[in-house]
């Protein structure tokens, strides 16, 4: 099968997380991915840990099936370079502090004034636009100004960070997106343009019903550990040998007395206080400790088979271990083994697409600094293997290069 970006070229300029992220997705659809990194040393990910090999296993996972060429944007003859690259392709992507491309002569304007139908994407930690616009953000900056931090966690706790880098990843897949809408309508105008994504937006944007409670209610919403604010029972709960998640009280009404006669508290079925779901939220702090007591006298599984036997919404509260020994995990093939010709073999994710026509998940290894540069300037420029050996001898490329792990790790 083929994958519907075939035939898409990206120079990817992007660093860390939220652009590689966002052209990982891309790549995985097909498109020809090509990172542009700064010589001597390219994307500073690589120098990551944890390692294997001396390979960073947080760059092996975001940059897999891409192809790496160094070019020097110290050098005007560098810049020039990427300009021409420019013209043969169909996406750039940068996540640089805003203005910076502008700076070096490779802002939007200026490839877009030799390639019209250039899409050109922008990653920020504010956006383009604003009084934040060049401050530096990272993951945590972004979910603490962004409000999530403030939600998450236990009532009385202090402010949690998500478990994952929520802030890159969400303006990742943010950017994807914007990306593939520019592509579709290029295809009805002829013409490219500039997608400006703000890491501080994108949280705003994915705060699903935070703000909208806050406007209605005029009370800002705080940390209420796993449970939801508007149903009830909807969290995890304790049990003899771990956790469960219940999500009950959107509709399912009939299911209150099935649960309740499951965990062995057929009282509460009728009791008054208890009989709807806006009922049990209001008073949910009554309601926690009999559910919580009732749910301590059994095992997980034990729960989990007669719920689901009940048709009760459940599941368990895996560690990430257990996911990664999940069967439907593993039907879907959400884990896929890689292998570097340095690295090894590294287990990482795969993309969550599936698609009834066009093939979509890892092309392949991610690449060595430098080793494609050669190929990509040959295919793109038609420049000789001797040009660029000269090209590289003069500063302007490189094809090899990369961190020296063990000046990192000592």
């Known amino acids: 099968m083929t994958r519907p970006l075939d035939g898409i070229t990206i120079l990817d300029c992007t660093w860390v997380l939220s652009g590689p992220y966002a052209s990982m997705v891309l790549c995985d659809l097909g498109a020809d991915v090509i990172k542009v990194e700064r010589p001597p040393w390219g994307d500073i990910a690589r120098t990551t840990s944890p390692y294997q090999n001396g390979w960073s296993g947080y760059f092996f ?11 020097n944007f110290a050098t005007e003859e560098g810049r020039e370079l990427f300009r021409r690259l420019a013209e043969t392709a169909d996406v750039v992507m940068e996540n640089f502090t805003p203005g910076t491309m502008d700076r070096l002569g490779l802002g939007y304007e200026t490839l877009a004034a030799r390639n019209p139908r250039l899409i050109f994407a922008s990653t920020s930690g504010f956006g383009q636009t604003g009084p934040y616009r ?31 880098s929520y802030g ?10 914007a990306i593939l809408a520019a592509l579709h309508d290029r295809e009805k105008t002829g013409r490219g343009q500039q997608i400006d994504i703000s890491m501080l937006d994108c949280q705003v944007s ?13 009370k800002a919403p705080e940390p209420i550990g796993t449970r939801h ?13 771990g956790h469960v998640v219940v999500a009950l009280g959107f509709g399912e009404e009939n299911q209150w007395g099935i649960f309740c006669g499951i965990l062995g508290l057929p009282e509460l079925i009728d009791d008054p206080r208890f009989e709807t779901s806006p009922k049990r939220t209001a ?7 009999l559910l919580v007591a009732a749910f301590r006298t059994r095992a997980s599984a034990e729960w989990l088979d007669d719920f689901l036997a009940a048709g009760i919404p459940c599941g368990p509260v895996n560690t990430i271990a257990d996911v990664a020994a ?18 090894g073999t590294v287990r990482i994710a795969n993309t969550p697409i599936r698609m009834s026509r066009s093939e979509s998940g890892i092309k392949g290894p991610p690449p060595s600094f430098g080793q494609d540069t050669a190929t990509v300037l040959g295919e793109l420029l038609g420049l000789s293997p001797d040009d660029v050996a000269a090209l590289e001898a003069a500063g302007i490329v490189a094809t090899t290069g990369g961190p020296d792990i063990s000046r990192i790790t000592g």
């Open 134 to 164: 060049e401050r530096p953000a990272l993951d945590v900056i972004v979910q603490g100004m962004g409000g999530i931090m403030s939600i998450t966690g236990e009532p009385g706790g202090g402010p949690v960070r998500p478990g994952a």
């Open 283 to 289: 008073r949910h702090a009554e309601l926690e400790p």
């Open 326 to 343: 999940d069967p439907q995990v593993a039907h879907r093939e959400m884990l896929r083994d890689v292998t570097h010709p340095v690295a």
């Open 206 to 218: 994915v705060l699903e019903n935070a703000f909208m409670r806050y406007a209605v209610t005029g």
């Open 229 to 241: 604010p508007s149903a009830t029972p909807f969290q995890a709960f304790p049990t003899a040998d």
């Open 61 to 71: 996972s975001v940059n897999r099936g891409k192809r790496s060429v160094g070019i």
């Open 168 to 177: 890159d990843i969400c303006a990742g897949l943010y950017t994807a997106v």
